[in-house]
């Protein structure tokens, strides 16, 4: 599991969202009042700016925005993420606010935009996050399809199968991360190509925790699995199925074959995007995944199994 947004974990036979919220690093008191003080300060920040004529009034309602989903405690790490995206976000916009904005109201801007970077980082898991980057940059391509592959694998943790051990959360956590860069009516605040590969970044990252979960469960079947079948998964997953097992509780047979039968389901599942979606040309939901994003490629010789 690499740090992301969704990191789900079992609970009562199903794969969900933690509830917990994310430990900081300073004492609660002091981590609720660093939160506030950054709610307060956006609040400042948009209040000035909406007394500006020249200051484009979706920037103003941007922030207010902003302020209005601040937590005043420590949230969860789906909405943690969430708050940083919608960093990087503006700092994407700070070459626009240097050029179109009066330089004190500027001034403050910037100053918002470090603190909120402050706040962030006395998360470790954002701190994670943001130091450990993959080394490949990604594609055009494989940015604008993150949203789309995320929808899918979202309605098919929705159908028969994927409701018999996922709960309602996940799905809809996962359909929120993959629309989170989306300001259909903030244009100027969209977030830029720094941000976007950031965000699909943490989307995939995010898919690639929960199918890794799903994964390991329906490994959990193994004892089932004829001698020789076993000792070819084993070689070919690089014993994906021993380090699963030191992460998840024994799930059972009954939910071990419902997950098999999701990633049977799923890697079958008709999915077409791009150049292939105009043409009505359709693949394989999982096997998609695995043509455009690498970091997927343990789940091939787990899926040959399977179907």
């Known amino acids: 599991m690499q740090p992301a947004a969704i990191e789900p974990v079992w609970r009562d036979g199903r794969l969900t969202l933690p509830r917990e919220p994310v430990a900081g690093d300073l004492d609660k008191p002091d981590l609720d009042a660093a939160l506030q003080a ?12 909406k007394k500006e004529g020249n200051v484009d009034r979706r920037a103003v309602a941007h922030l207010n ?26 700092q994407g916009y700070a070459a626009t606010v240097s050029a179109e904005w009066p330089p004190l109201l500027a001034s403050r801007f910037h100053a918002l935009t470090l603190a909120f970077d402050d706040t962030m980082r006395q998360f470790s898991v954002w701190r994670t996050y943001k130091r450990n980057p993959s080394k490949d940059t990604l594609a055009p391509a494989q940015i604008s399809s993150a949203p789309e592959l995320a929808h ?40 830029l190509e720094r941000a976007q590969e950031e965000l699909a970044r943490d989307v995939l990252e995010s898919l690639n925790n929960v199918l890794k979960r799903i994964a390991a469960a329906a490994l959990q079947a193994w004892e089932l699995l004829p001698e020789r079948e076993r000792a070819s998964l084993h070689k070919s997953a690089g014993g994906f199925r021993d380090q699963a097992n030191k992460h998840i509780e024994n799930c059972g047979p009954k939910l071990a074959d419902f997950a098999a039968k999701w990633l049977r389901r799923a890697a079958k599942a008709s999915f077409a995007w791009g150049t292939a979606k105009a043409a009505g040309l359709a693949t394989g939901l999982l096997g998609k995944l695995i043509e455009l994003h690498p970091m997927f490629e343990w789940l091939g010789p787990i899926l040959r199994l399977f179907i």
């Open 38 to 49: 950054l709610k307060q300060l956006m609040q400042s920040v948009a209040d000035a700016a």
């Open 65 to 90: 925005d902003l302020a209005a989903k601040i937590p005043e405690t420590a949230p969860p790490q789906l909405e943690l993420f969430g708050l940083g995206h919608d960093l990087a976000g503006l």
């Open 152 to 191: 899918a694998v979202a309605d098919e943790l929705r159908n028969d199968e994927g409701k018999e051990f996922t709960a309602a959360p996940l799905a809809d956590a996962i359909d929120a991360l993959a629309d989170s860069g989306s300001h259909p009516s903030q244009p100027p605040l969209q977030l």
